[in-house]
Structure formats: C-alpha cells, structure tokens
C-alpha cells in the first residue's frame, strides 16, 4: 500500500514519464517484484524517519533539532549536517 503511493507520487511528479520520456505503468500493470521493490522502499523511508523523529537529533554533534537529511546517520554514516557543516558551525 505505502510503495503505491509513493509510485502514484513519483508518478505525478514526473509526469507520469520514466527516465527515457516513457510512459510509466500504472501500479496494476507493474510486475509483481516491482510492485514489493516500492512496498520495501516505502517501509524503509517510514522506518528511518520513524528512527529519525525518535532519536531527535539524529546523532549530530550539535544541538540543531533534527532534519529530514540526518537520515544518512542510520546507514552507519554521519549525517548530512555534521559532514558538510551545521548552520550552528559544527562539523563532524
């Protein structure tokens, strides 16, 4: 259900064209493993961002409140704002 919306969304914000101009299928006509592609896609962004809201900062060496970029912490990386430099000033 979650990967449909973000198929239907990324639709509509392409136009509903793939990466060649392509018309893209519609979810009813995607192939099965492209359909759990998008599901699995989905749950991870849902994951991550559940982790990320939870966590609060996001693991950064500052005391920013946490943004959607800090993401990047839970692939084991330091997130966005502590590589290219926090607007507080720190750097990780």
């Known amino acids: 259900m979650l990967g ?19 018309p893209m299928p519609r979810w009813r ?7 759990i592609a998008w599901d699995s896609a989905a749950y991870a962004v849902v994951n991550a961002s559940t982790r990320v809201y939870e966590k609060g900062m996001a ?3 500052c005391d920013h409140p946490a943004t959607m970029h800090d993401v990047a912490e839970i692939s084991g990386e330091k997130p966005m704002c ?4 926090c607007g507080c000033g720190a750097v990780g």
């Open 4 to 22: 449909e919306i973000g198929y239907r969304a990324y639709g509509d914000s392409v136009k509903w064209k793939n990466y060649l101009g392509h």
């Open 82 to 85: 502590c590589v290219d430099g």
């Open 29 to 35: 006509n995607l192939p099965e493993n492209i359909r």
């Open 59 to 61: 693991g950064c060496v």
